[in-house]
T-cell receptor, first 113, second 113 residues
Framework: QQQVKQSPQSLIVQKGGISIINCAYE??????FPWYQQFPGKGPALLIA???DVSEKKEGRFTISFNKSAKQFSLHIMDSQPGDSATYFC????????????WGAGTKLIIKP | NAGVTQTPKFQVLKTGQSMTLQCAQD?????MYWYRQDPGMGLRLIYY???????DKGEVPNGYNVSRLNKREFSLRLESAAPSQTSVYFC????????????FGPGTRLTVT
């Protein structure tokens, strides 16, 4: 069964610190690994995505690190700000033949001022 | 450009009642999705429509039906609501190729008593 396991379930980080959320997958046929950010009362929004042939992708303070051999990928938020407080979901895209994203269970991130 | 819109925003139903959740997108996307989000369970796909004229079951289709009315609109129907269907429902859309990049609506919070 295809799964994406996400940890931790919740995370509290001091303002200015680094937030790290981890995901692990089992299927090697995924072609994209996106991260979504969801604020309370809103729908999720794509934050950043990476292909499995790239080890790292950075957009501003957000970085995805990808370890293909370990089947793991993680989201790093540098200089975390209170405005980053949200729920973060990792996901995996099975490829052109399958329209169903495989979602992690989510991480609720709280940045303390 | 409104993106993905959903109606209603909130709804309370009694067990056994029926209702239809409406979704429309103005991005000319081919693919549309219905998810439910429950605490601690992330996002679960109910149904999706890869393109106009097609619909397919997702992970949790029981108790739901869908209609892809045209390219813009994708509705979700609960024929006989049950308390287990109390959830937040999200509609999303994507361009066919970049399937991992999904655009979400604001959600419908449904309570079944």
């Amino acid at each position: 069964q295809q799964q994406v396991k996400q940890s931790p379930q919740s995370l509290i980080v001091q303002k200015g610190g680094i937030s790290i959320i981890n995901c692990a997958y089992e299927n090697t046929a995924f072609d994209y690994f996106p991260w979504y950010q969801q604020f309370p009362g809103k729908g999720p929004a794509l934050l950043i995505a990476i292909r499995p042939d790239v080890s790292e992708k950075k957009e501003g303070r957000f970085t995805i690190s990808f370890n293909k051999s370990a089947k793991q990928f993680s989201l790093h938020i540098m200089d975390s700000q209170p405005g980053d407080s949200a729920t973060y979901f990792c996901a995996a895209s099975p490829g052109l033949s399958n329209y169903q994203l495989i979602w992690g269970a989510g991480t609720k991130l709280i940045i303390k001022p | 450009n409104a993106g993905v819109t959903q109606t209603p925003k909130f709804q309370v139903l009694k067990t056994g009642q029926s209702m239809t959740l409406q979704c429309a997108q103005d991005m000319n996307h081919n693919s549309m999705y219905w998810y439910r989000q429950d605490p601690g369970m992330g996002l679960r796909l109910i149904y999706y429509s890869a393109s106009e004229g097609t619909t397919d079951k997702g992970e949790v289709p029981n108790g739901y039906n869908v209609s892809r009315l045209n390219k813009r609109e994708f509705s979700l129907r609960l024929e006989s609501a049950a308390p287990s269907q109390t959830s937040v429902y999200f509609c999303a859309s994507s361009e066919g190729i970049a399937r991992y990049e999904q655009y979400f609506g604001p959600g419908t919070r449904l309570t079944v008593t």
